[in-house]
């Protein structure tokens, strides 16, 4: 059975840093692009973050370039999200997913298995 647990959120204060992990279990995804999306409350689910199987391509979303960094190991079946210079407005719930194929794209119906999410808020 596949699972993803992410791990690493928190609570911190603008301008510091949290390194979100994601662990995947029941089969291997060093094929599969994986991705981080957020929620935050009453808002739509969305992109944050995606990287291709062979982490060759990187994408973000603008209001974190330059700030977060996604990276995996695929010997571990790991991804993570590096964030750095955190702001309020990145409180929401992380979660990781697993796309369906090498590549991906922003949009959510491209992801097959979804992590339960991991908390992240930032105070002022």
């Known amino acids: 059975q596949v699972q993803l647990v992410e791990s690493g959120g928190g609570l911190v204060q603008a301008g510091d840093s949290l390194r979100l992990s994601c662990a995947a279990s029941?089969?291997?995804?060093?094929?599969?692009?994986m991705g981080w999306f957020r929620q935050a409350p009453g808002k739509e689910r969305e992109f944050v973050a995606r990287?291709?199987?062979?982490?060759?391509?990187?994408d973000y979303t603008e209001s974190v370039k330059g700030r977060f960094t996604i990276s995996r190991n695929n010997a571990e079946n790991m991804v993570y999200l590096q964030m750095n210079s955190l702001k309020p407005e990145d409180t929401a719930v992380y979660y990781c997913?697993?796309?369906?194929?090498?590549?991906?794209?922003?949009?959510?119906?491209?992801?097959?298995?979804w992590g339960p999410g991991t908390q992240v808020t930032v105070s002022s």
């Open positions: 997913a697993v796309a369906k194929g090498r590549y991906s794209s922003r949009y959510r119906d491209d992801y097959a298995y």
């Open positions: 029941g089969r291997t995804f060093s094929s599969n692009a």
């Open positions: 990287i291709s199987a062979s982490s060759f391509t990187t």
